[in-house]
């Protein structure tokens, strides 16, 4: 795989449901790995084509 791939903005509107946030609940465990990744320096890690563009 050549490219890297981007998420999609958790927070972006959409048809059902209304936001993606929406489908993982506050206290389901995969918040805790979302966090994790979060705090990664992709590009420290050796990734090229990593921007520092953070969701709003």
């Known amino acids: 795989m050549g490219r890297f791939v981007e998420a999609a903005d958790r927070h972006q509107a ?3 449901p209304a936001c993606l946030e929406d489908y ?3 206290d389901n465990p995969v918040r805790i790995i979302d ?3 979060d705090e990664l ?3 420290e890690l050796g990734l090229p084509r990593v921007s520092s563009v ?3």
């Open 41 to 43: 320096d992709l590009a």
């Open 54 to 56: 953070t969701p709003s």
């Open 24 to 26: 993982v609940d506050p």
């Open 14 to 16: 959409s048809f059902l």
């Open 35 to 37: 966090a994790f990744v």
